[in-house]
């Protein structure tokens, strides 16, 4: 997803003389050909995250679309005041793209580790938040939503699907319908979510925008009311979003996602999975006991 | 011009008083820097607030809002009897600036450190574009206990903003919890061309700020006095948030006849 990201902003670069990419000192290599290509629109700006965010700011003012690139903590979490008043509040467009979300870094243990991200871009009035599964989906949510105006915050992930949807802003995909619970997920965690459902009688809905909230495909596939999240973020961070989507209608929520604790041991993403009971076969038990209710 | 600042120090005064809010001791500090800027060196025209040509200020230290409300209905921005609005449920003028409400306000503020960097990201912008317009913001001595100010001091020198001036509203009240220092020498230090002036002088101010080519930026120190022209407000912490109450109104307001 990182090589597309590269492609996808080089295409950007070229099409929009309005584009300025600002890189947190990662991913320097990756984008060589651009620094040749468009030196004064992409710049290695240092590892300053809060003043990176303002300066993105005053360039968002001055008529241009700033793209800040850095890991998730460092772009959400140290620069999050620059996000909500410098951005947020005065309106301005700008893209942040986050590698590293959850524990994709989880030898680097908890300064790396990022699962909170998602939630606290959501409270951020305005922001759009894009979670894509799959390269391609990437190109196709870049491309749609760069120059939207909004703040937006794309969470790449280290592992994805293995094939693209056909996604669109704003809109999530019914991947199958049925008469049992609606399981609702998120980018990267469709396979499993697909392989655990596997001769289930369940309604699958795939979410890559988190924010603003598809409450519409929601509402028309929510059967009984009996509704199951399979996050690759802090469990019950959809949470808020389903239940006003349903408001008004009897619900059954489970959420699955990363428990809301420090993961103080290392290993790697799939270690993390498992120890985090997010794997499939975890997956298919809490649909069985929502079946259940 | 001296009776001019004067009568703008009473409307800014009694516009406090009217709403029992206001920074007023922050704006005084820089009243006349922000007169030398906006009646001797900033390009800017009140009819036009969006002008592309326009030079920017960004009032960093965004608590002394009074003060640049004050010089921007003076200059014909918006009314002056608005001023009278000041902090009022209906009113667009706030105890920080709101560029989305206040014509002639580059940039909402009031997290002390996010102004400069942003006013660095204009400036670059300017220059990625190839504008001759300038960027001129201030910041105040205990923002810059802020690491953000010394980020975007940093970045200012390494890409060479040379249109960019910030002045450092050094009138020591952040003393008390930090020391600063010789503030010329870190400024110097950070790659910056920098002078240190009397930020109550015009003719110093105006020398300072005057366009000086190049690609350096500009850091200029310049030493004010918090509540400058009202004796019991000269760095008297007690007046830092504080609006004057009736019995005290018309003894500040004598001072400034």
Known sequence: MRKQFVTTTERLLDEDERVVVLLGDIGVFAFRNAFKKHPQRIINIGILEQATVSVAAGLAKEGFIPLFHSIAPFVVERAFEQIKVDFGYQSLGGNFVSVGGSYDYAALGCSHHCPGDVSLMQAVPGVEIIVPGHPAELDALMSQTYASGHPTYYRLSERS??????????????IRS????????????????????EGKDATILYYTT????????????????????????????LAASVTQALRGKRIALSSMGVPRQFLTSYGNADYHDRSCGLLAPDIRARFEELCHV | MESDIRALKQKIIRAASISGEGHIASAFSILDILWVLYHSILRNDPAQPQDPLRDRFVLSKGHASLGIYGILAQRGFFPLEELNTFASSSGRLGGHPDSRKVPGVEASTGSLGHGMPMAAGMALGLKIRGSTSRVVCIVGDGECNEGAVWEGALLAAHHQLGNFTCIVDYNHSGDRALMLGDLCAKF????????????????QIKAALAPHGGDVPRAIIAR?????????????????????????????????T
């Open chain 1, 161 to 174: 699907n293995r094939s693209a949807q056909s996604v669109t802003f704003g809109k999530a995909e019914v």
């Open chain 1, 178 to 197: 049925g008469n049992g619970p609606t399981v609702v997920t998120v980018g990267p965690f469709l396979d499993r979510v697909v392989e655990a459902l």
């Open chain 1, 210 to 237: 988190i924010t603003p909230f598809d409450a519409a495909t929601l509402q028309q596939h929510a059967g009984d009311g009996r509704i199951l999240c399979v996050e690759p973020f802090y469990e019950g961070t």
């Open chain 2, 188 to 203: 110097s230090a950070f790659g910056w061309e920098t002078t240190e002036i009397d930020g109550h002088d015009h003719a």
């Open chain 2, 224 to 256: 004010t006095i918090k509540g400058q022209g009202c004796t019991e407000m000269e760095n008297n912490p007690a007046w830092h948030h504080k609006a004057p109450k009736a019995d005290e109104l018309e003894a500040l307001l004598a001072q400034l």
